[in-house]
């Protein structure tokens, strides 16, 4: 049997402990609707990321586009162009304009200092991406933020885990939103969450991924359906019990990596924030030039080792965006490759890719 090495490998927890939850579902009923395991994976999750006002929606992209209509937003967002498509396509979605602002060349996340030049009287918010889980310069934006009257939302999909000065990145901004899709390190299959810091806007939230139902036959908001369901919830809580395992193997993977190319002179690679920690979700690497990027690429694939091309093409490209060139973004968007990481791969594996690469 031909083994194919992808980016990531979904973590599939112990099938019978799942199999324990689906029973308990059948046997209550209640398969959606804030059932008992998405209050207990709330909960949970509340703990183990130690935060509050943590609401879990049916994947990432809806929680963003909740966190935009919870917020009020209108207008231009100033966001990254080095992102997964959904950051840009989602603001598009709810009729807001995204205006890009350029990366930082060594952290890949955006630039603070240009951010200022780029704010107009349309500007309402900031959504920076805490991207491959490097936190970004999250004092920096903030006071960039209180002085323009602007919101601030971070992308935090890769950031699970991740603390800045010690506690969870994901109290910052008035809305963070995490992705609990299948590839990322923690999933419920589909599956997201917001992490509001206002009790009152919290509540809105609460009722706009319900139809904007405030009670049985009251309807206060128009909202849409964003809900995670009980079968979401329940592999959100068989993953948790695996999390310090899946990140130790990952870590192990990272460091494999990162010993292997750290004297590789053609490769770059990304600058992470002092003030955070690291949860492995991703090891980019950036290549001298395009050219060398897509000789590995395909030396790789002969032997069924697929990377992803992450973050390519830069958002400022998409056709039905209108934006002048993101030059940094554009640049390291063509040269970077995410290598294959999770907590199933093979160390071998790994050193393998280490050759094709050093040699
Ligand atoms: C995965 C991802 C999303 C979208 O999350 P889904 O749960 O797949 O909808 C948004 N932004 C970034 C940066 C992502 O990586």
């Not at 935090?156 to 010690?166: E, P, S, V």
Request: proline share 3%; glycine share 4%; hydrophobic share 40%.
């Amino acid at each position: 049997m031909i083994i194919i090495i992808n980016v990531t490998k979904t973590h599939l927890p112990n099938k019978e402990k799942f199999v324990k939850y689906v029973d308990e579902i059948y046997e209550s009923g209640q398969i959606t609707n804030k059932g008992q395991f998405v209050r207990l994976l709330k909960e949970k999750l509340e703990e183990y990321l130690n935060v509050k006002n943590l609401l879990l929606v049916s994947n990432g992209t809806t929680a963003l586009q909740v966190a935009y209509k919870a917020l009020n937003l209108k207008g231009e967002v100033l966001t990254t162009p080095f992102s997964f498509v959904a950051t840009t396509s989602s603001l598009v979605w709810e009729g807001l304009t995204p205006l890009f602002v350029d990366i930082d060349k060594d952290t890949f996340c955006m630039n603070y200092n240009k951010i200022e030049s780029k704010i107009t009287k349309n500007t309402s918010a900031i959504l920076p991406v805490h991207v491959f889980g490097n936190g970004c310069d999250i004092e920096e934006i903030e006071i960039i933020a209180i002085k323009n009257n602007l919101k601030i939302i971070y992308d935090a999909a890769h950031a699970f885990g991740i603390k800045y000065k010690d506690e969870s990145i994901l109290k910052h901004g008035d809305i963070s939103v995490i992705s609990f899709h299948a590839t990322k390190i923690f999933h419920t299959i589909e599956g997201g969450a917001l992490i509001i810091k206002d009790d009152d806007t919290y509540r809105k939230a609460e009722r706009l991924i319900n139809f904007g139902f405030s009670g049985v036959d009251k309807i206060d908001d128009i909202g849409i359906n964003a809900k995670m369901n009980e079968f979401q919830a329940a592999m959100g809580l068989c993953v948790l019990d695996d999390m310090v395992e899946i990140i130790e193997k990952r870590k192990a993977i990272f460091k494999i990596y990162e010993n292997g190319l750290k004297n590789n002179e053609e490769l770059q690679f990304q600058k992470y924030n002092i003030n955070c920690n690291q949860n492995y979700g991703y090891f980019p690497v950036v290549f001298k030039d395009e050219k060398s990027l897509l000789e590995i690429k395909e030396k790789l694939e002969k032997e069924q080792i697929y990377p992803r091309r992450y973050f390519y093409p830069s958002l400022d490209k998409l056709a039905y965006i209108n934006s002048e060139d993101m030059e940094i973004s554009n640049d390291i968007s063509k040269r970077i490759l995410c290598l294959p990481i999770s907590d199933s791969l093979d160390p071998k594996d790994a050193h393998r890719i280490l050759d094709y690469i050093n040699n």
